[in-house]
Structures are given as C-alpha cells and as structure tokens.
C-alpha cells in the first residue's frame, strides 16, 4: 500500500494539515497562496502525484478508517491512504469505521477526503457564493467544504469591472482541469435553456427579479427566480451590471420560444415623467445643459443613461409644461421656473 504521508507525520502531516482549519478557505485566509500554490499561475504548480486508480476529487464514496494519527485519520481504498483530517471529520471517528466522504485535493495536490459535503456534485447545478476574487487567477466559490472552488478567469467577463462581486451567486458545475483537479464551470446558454421554463403572455409588463449570467456588447442575460431566460437590450439598462448580479426588470415582450425581453426602466408612459424629473433635477442645479433633441445619442446614454428616444419624451414633457427653452442647443431652465426652485432650495436650507 501506497503510503504518500508517512513522511510528514511527525509534523502533523506537513504544511497545511498542522494548522488544520480553513487552509484554503477566504474566510481562514490565503496567506498569499492560491489554492494550487497562490501568487503562482496555475501552469507553475507542483506535479501531481501518484492518484488512486478509480477514486477522482469530486466523488463521494464511503471508504474504511485503516488508522487513526493525532492530526486526523487514514482511509483506504484498497490501493492507497487518504487523509481525513480531524478538522474534515464529522462526529466521532474510530480506526476499523466506515465513513462517508467527498475527495478533493489539497495544498499539495494530494487526494483528500473530507466529511463535509458539498453543495454543487459533479453532474449537478447550483448557486454558489463568490467568497474571493483574485484579479490574476479568477474568483473563488464556496460549496460547503473548506477549499473553495475556484471559478478560472478564461471563464468570466474580459472586463474586471463586470466580475462578480464578493455576496454574488454564479450558477456552476464541476469539471476537472487538465491534471484532474476540481474547478468550476459556469452554466452555459445550453444549460439554463434545459433548466428554464417558458414563458407565458400574460407575463408582459410584469416585473421579474433574476441574476445576470451573461454579459455582452448588445446588453445581459438572466435567469429570473421563475426560471424563465431574459435579456435586456443595452438602451435597457439604466446602471453598470456585472455577472452574479441580482436584477429587477420589467418584462417588454413574451417571445414565441417561451423567452422574455426586459428592461430596467419603466413603461414608456410612466418613465418619461420619471426621465422629466431627471432631466429637472439636472437642469435645477445648472440652470442650463448643452444637450438638445439634437445631441449625440451616445453623450446623452453617458450623462443620462437613458436613449436618444426616451430623452426626447422626457424633454418634450418639460417642454410642453412650459419649464424649459432651447436655444443655440441648448436646453434652459426658464427664469421664473428656475427662481421659484432656488426659492424652495433656499426654504430648505434654512429649515435644516
């Protein structure tokens, strides 16, 4: 039998397994390691070694205790041993009992076991929590154990500030990387269309909380909480959105595939007042704006973040009241409009 920690048992199994605890977790700290060697890319981390010939990292099997050491306990497959370490165990454990586990690899890319078990199996779908992010490697995952799974960065958003955010939540699998380590794999479009449900019209303008999973040019895909897909256009959007992030959106259209189209913002006849009341508040402030019905769509989406279309609705609104006046293009606040507001600033002020 194949004895990989006879060497380090007299130090309480060597580097990791004498501090027990949350050696990989965010919550324990890294010590400036990734999980596979940290501050290292995964290409530069130390060779795998010898693997059990029929157990992976990801299967649950139940295996005996062969012998118990003060740091933890020694499974066998028949072949090899497998640390279980005492801070991996679950209750009460004995030399000669049979124990449940779920294996994994540790620090040092040895087969482990542990007694805890996951939230995400291999062949399974789940939300899982996004507990630390590492620019250079990608973001790290909690399913239920103590080493967090780490989410690569070939897998996530080109753009940093579109990652997920410690608190999100990233539907993902299991896979295993070239060398048979666990990693997670987001759900691809294939995936969420087997796991949805259609959509039915009498879900038209209502609203639907989901989380984005997707990010590209023309706008985000979600998966709202019913399970139905949902994209919403980029002129839909009325903030930043990043992959993990919980949307609220109303839905503008039931497609015949059972999929919705969304948006952020409200129904034409109830936004253009609340696009006036921006516009307003703009204008209360400087009296005056160099935008018009003529500006560049793309300035008017960066200072108002709303379209070319629903920047004229709500400037037409202001207009037809009477508040505002174009001229030279530009948009003014009319003087008695714009006195009577600062008379209202100036009451406050002095209230306060």
Do not use: C
Request: negative net charge; charged residues 30%; hydrophobic residues 35%.
């Amino acid at each position: 039998m194949n004895n990989r920690y006879n060497n380090d048992r007299k130090n309480g199994a060597g580097k990791g397994y004498g501090q027990g605890g949350n050696r990989y977790s965010s919550r324990g700290g890294y010590n400036g390691r990734t999980p596979f060697g940290r501050n290292q890319a995964h290409k530069e981390t130390k060779p795998m070694p010898a693997q059990s010939s029929w157990l992976k990292a990801g299967m649950i099997a139940t295996l005996p205790v062969a012998r118990a050491e003060e740091f933890g306990y020694f499974l066998s497959d028949g072949e090899q041993e497998f640390l279980l370490h005492k801070n991996e165990a679950v209750g009460e454990v004995h030399a000669g009992d049979e124990v449940k586990v779920f294996m994994y690899h540790d620090h040092e890319n040895r087969l482990a076991a542990t007694m805890e078990m996951p939230i995400v199996r291999e062949g399974e779908f789940g939300w899982l929590e996004v507990v630390d992010i590492s620019p250079r490697v990608g973001v790290f995952l909690h399913n239920g154990i103590n080493k967090d799974l780490l989410l690569f960065q070939d897998d996530l958003p080109k753009e940093h500030s579109e990652w997920p955010q410690k608190g999100d939540k990233l539907l993902v699998t299991l896979k295993h990387d070239k060398v048979g380590r666990l990693v997670a794999q987001p759900a691809t479009e294939e995936d969420i269309w087997d796991m949805s449900r259609n959509a039915y019209d009498e879900m038209k303008n209502q609203w639907v909380e989901g989380t984005v999973y997707k990010l590209f040019p023309e706008g985000a895909f979600v998966f709202t909480d019913e399970k139905q897909m949902l994209f919403i256009h980029r002129d839909e959007i009325t903030t930043g959105l990043r992959m993990g992030q919980r949307v609220r959106a109303r839905i503008s259209f039931v497609r015949e595939d059972g999929r919705l189209n969304g948006s952020m913002r409200e129904r034409k006849e109830v936004q253009y007042g609340v696009d006036a009341q921006v516009l307003l508040g703009y204008l209360k402030e400087r009296g005056a704006m160099p935008f018009t019905d003529k500006s560049d769509p793309e300035e008017i989406k960066e200072q108002f973040q709303m379209s070319k279309a629903a920047f004229k609705r709500a400037l037409g609104k202001l207009l037809k009241e009477g508040l505002v006046e174009q001229e030279e293009g530009w948009t003014h606040l009319k003087k008695d409009a714009y006195q009577r507001y600062q008379g209202e600033n100036n009451v406050e002020d002095s209230e306060e």
